[in-house]
């Protein structure tokens, strides 16, 4: 049997204190095209699952969008088994024939349900896949470049990588061929530079296709914050857009930069610290490799786990919060999920607790709340950033 992906964290139950009756689908996941079955799901079976707020709305796993008044206002159809978060709009829509097509705000179908496999829209198309060929979609449902390539990527900066007789390169939004497919194999732009591999060996072109960084790198990652993670010799440094390189070729993987600076260990899966955009070890190389979850700094903050307790550290390198948490994740929106004992609740950057820790399931803060569970309770509601429940409250 298929099981529905869900986030540990992103989704729980909940209970709708609503007194209006939602009729729902209670759906069988065999993968097969056979009809779900359906019943009238009323507020008094109080058995939904929700995630986070994205773009207004949350998602009620077998029922439809809510949006923050706790009013559903889409409705899944009975053929719904996997749906997505909004995306530029729109959402993108399992059924149970395992093909895919997107709903709009409004719950309209903008295309047939018969893609085995779609992506996001990014920058108004959304790449999609049948019968092993790729092409893309426009917010009307139109195919607008054909299901022609053998692989693909979502567009970026104005260009999608794509594959066709062996060969990559990139097009624009027209179906136009901006830089010939000659590449063995190609990654997205990203900062006006894309990672290109040429006769074995990668390196970055320019926007125009002219050659930006040497064919010389065994593998590559995207540029962010004007630099970009390559190896050679089996070991990973860093180079800047002149190709300079910044740091040593010494280590087992780097991480993108965010917030000017990036995760480093000398071997892969062993400590993490961090290195700043000049390739100066701020951070010591100290700190649990398997047990970071969020490896980004976010908010001024990083996340890290040293001897299986959870610590926040600045940019400086200083632990500015005490190491007593059995688990925690990264700032959003001020506030960061902690847990001790068994049990979830918020703290703010002075390490001061913000929130309770009173919770068994907790989600991070989007859009100003944030999703909480009490099993003792029995159901799961909304709070926001004081605590106060604002959404199906008990």
Known sequence: MKNKQTSTFLLAMLICSSAVNITAQIKQPTGTAKP?????????????????FQDGLAKVEDIGFINKNGKLVIAFKPYYYLVSDFHENLSRITNYSEKYG?????GKEICQFKYDFAWDFSEGLARVRLNNKYGFINKEGNEVIPLKYDGAFSFSEGLAAVKLNGKWGFIDKNDNEIIPLKYEDAKSFSEGLAAVKLNGKWGFIYINGNEAIPFKYESTQKFSEGLAAVRLYGKWGIINKNGNEITPFKYGNIDIFKEGMALVQLQINNEHGYIDRNGNEIIPIKYDG????????????????LNGKYIFINKEGYEVIPLQ????????EGLAVVKLNGKYGYIDKTGK?????????ASSF???????????????????KTGKCVINCP
Do not use: M
């Open 353 to 361: 607790i913000a929130i309770p820790i009173i919770y068994d399931e």
């Open 290 to 305: 398997s047990g970071y979850l969020w490896p980004y700094f976010n908010e001024g903050f990083a996340c890290v786990r």
């Open 325 to 332: 948490y059995d688990k925690a994740f990264e700032f959003k």
């Open 366 to 384: 989007s859009e100003g709340v944030a999703v909480v569970r009490i099993y003792k309770k029995g159901y799961c509601f909304f709070i926001d």
């Open 102 to 106: 997107f709903i709009d705000k409004n």
């Open 36 to 52: 779900a079955q359906t019943q009238t799901r009323t507020s008094t079976q109080k058995h939904w699952l929700i995630s986070s």
